[in-house]
C-alpha cells in the first residue's frame, strides 16, 4: 500500500501507519481503521485487545506486544490497564470525556469547599459533591483536573471572607499548629509497629524537632495577645516575624542524604572531621566533611563522606578557585606556568600537574548538548578540516567539524594518523551523532571523497576554492622563483585570482579558457598549475552553480585558529587522553563563550540556537560536579 509505515509484524497482526491512520491487520480478513487523533477509539482498542483470549483461556496479546501495535511503550499499555482495572473506561478517558463535566457551577462550588477545608481529599470532595446534587457519576482525575482549573481571583476573595470572620485565637496561632502536628505524630508511633533493629530512632527525630521548636518559640505553649489574627496589619506583623525555625525546618525535613552506592536513605552521621579550604581571595577557610554509615546490609559502601559544600572531595581548593583557573585558561589564553604564578599571587600554590588534572577532569565531566536537546539543524552543510598537535613529542592530528549556520563547533576528536580510517571514523562519528548533512566541504585532502560517498551517499562534496587557489599560487611562485620570469608569475597569478572570483558559471566557464591559452606560451616550469586547474575545475563549477554552500572552509579555520593559541600555550600535551580531554573542555568552551563581532555579537552559539544550556556560564558547565 502506498505510504506504508509498518509498526508491527508477525504471525497474527500486522500494524502499520497510512497516512493519517493506525491499521491493524489481523490475520483473519479483519482490519480497522483509527484516526490518529481518535484517543478514545484508540484506548477502547487498547482494552479490547488486552481482553482477548485463546481457545485455552490465555492471552491473545501480552501489554509488549500491544504497546509495539500501537506504537507506545510497554509502561504506557500498563498505566492505560492500571487505570481502567481501578476506576473504568470513563476514568481511563476522563481527559476527553469528561471536560464537559466541568460546568461552572461545579467549579464555584468547588472553590467554596477548598477553601472552607483545605485538607480534604479528593474523593471526600467527590462524595461532598454528588451529596449536593452538584454533579453526577464523575472521576477523581476530573476532580483533580478542576481544582486546577479553578478561578484564582475568586479563591482569594472566599479566604478573604473567611479570614473577616471571628476565628478562635488558638487556630490561627503557629505554635498551635505545630503542637497539634506533634501530637498527631505521636499518635500515629503508638500505632505503627516499631522497627525491631531500630525502635527509638523515629522518637528521637521526634524528639530532636521538639527541642528545637521550643528553643525558637520561647516555651510559649498557648496563644497571646501578639498572635491574635489583625488582617490589616497582617504583612507588617510578618516581616517583623523570626521564620527561621520554619525554613531550619523544612530544610531538615526536605533535605535527605542517601548512600552513593545502593541509594537507600537508611544511613546514621558517624562523625564529622574538620577541613580547611582555600577560596579564590587565598583566605584559608574552616569547613566540616560528614562521616556517613549505611545501615544497609546488603551494601557495599558502609561508610562514604560528605565535603562542605563547593568543595570536591580531597580538594585543598574551593570550587571558585577552578572556575577562576579554567577562565583564564580557555578565555585568557594564559599558559599553565602563568596560571600557576597568578594563583601563587592569589594566595594559592598549586603546582602544573594538578591545573592540567583539572583541565582533564573538566574534560571529562562535558556532556554533549545534542545529547540533551534535539535542537539541531541535522542536515545544514558541514566544513572539515584538521590541525596537527604534538603529544609526547609525536604528531597526532584533531579533525573538526563546524556548521554554517552560527558556525557551532559540531563535532571534534584527535586520531593518531590522518588516513581514510581515520577520516572515517570521524564521519561515522558525525553519523552516530544523528548528522545527514547535505554538503561537505573539506580541503584538498584527497580521503575525503570517496569516504564522504560511502558514509554519506545523499551528501554533496565540494573541496575548498581557498585552498585551490593557494595551491595555485604555491607553484606559481616556487616554480618561476627567478626574477627574469616576475612578469609571467604576475600573469599567471592575477589571472588565478581572476578565475577564482567568479560567481556565475558562465563567467568562470570564459575566464578558465582565456586562463587555459596560456598554456602554450608559458614556461615549462609552470605546467603543473595548468594539469591542477583542469583537475580542480569541474569541482569549482559544482561550487558556483549553487547558492548556499560554503566556498570556502572558513568557519573551521576560525575554529582551529582559536584551539591552535590555547595548544600553543599548554607547550603540547603530556599523553593522548588528556589532549582528547583537553579538545572536549575546548569544543564546549568554544560554544559557550560570547561571539565578539558580527551580526551575533554578544551571544554564544548555542545561545542562538535557543538551547537552554547557552544561558550558562562556560566554567559552570564545565564543573559540574563541584555545584
Known sequence: MKGKQLFYQEEKVEAFRQGEDL?????????????????????DEVIRMLKMRTVYDHKYFIQEEVGKIIGVSRQMINRRWQVYQNEGLIALLARQWEKSKMTPKLLDRLAEIVVEDPFLFTQQIKDRLQAEGVCGEIGNITIQEAIKQMDGRKVVMLMRRKSAKRIPEAFVETGYLIERLFRIIEDLLEKVQPDPGQPGVMQAEIEKLKRLFYRHMGHRVGPTERDCYRPRKKLQRDCRRKTGFLKQVLGWIGWQQRCPDCQGTEIHL????????????????????????????LCRTKYFTVPPKGVELYARVHRDVKKMVLRWIFHLRGSLSRVCDELAEHGVHISLTTVLRWVKKAGEECVQPLHLFNQEDWQQPLCIDEKWVKVRSKWHYVFTAVGTKVTDLLGIDLYYHKDKAAI?????????????PKSITTDLLLGYEGVVREVFPDCRYYQCMLHARRDANRIVRQSLANKCDEQWKDKLI?????????????????RYRRFMKLKEQAPEAVQPVFKMMEKYFPKFCQIVGHKGVPRTTNPVERAIGELEERYQLTKGFTSFYFAQFFIKAFQMYYRLRKIRFGPFRGRSRLQLKQNPIGQMDFTDYLTPTFV
Open 23 to 43: 491499521i491493524v491487520l489481523y490475520t483473519r480478513p479483519h482490519m480497522l481503521r483509527i484516526p490518529v487523533t481518535d484517543r478514545q477509539a484508540i484506548d
Open 270 to 297: 558517624h562523625c564529622r572531621r574538620s577541613r580547611r579550604y582555600i577560596d579564590k581571595a587565598g583566605e584559608l577557610i574552616q569547613g566540616y566533611s560528614q562521616v556517613f554509615r549505611c545501615l544497609n546490609p
Open 424 to 436: 572515517k571514523t570521524f564521519l561515522l562519528q558525525l553519523k552516530s551523532l544523528g548528522f545527514r
Open 494 to 510: 592575477q589571472s588565478i585570482s581572476t578565475l577564482f572570483r567568479s560567481k556565475r558559471l558562465r563567467q568562470a566557464k570564459k
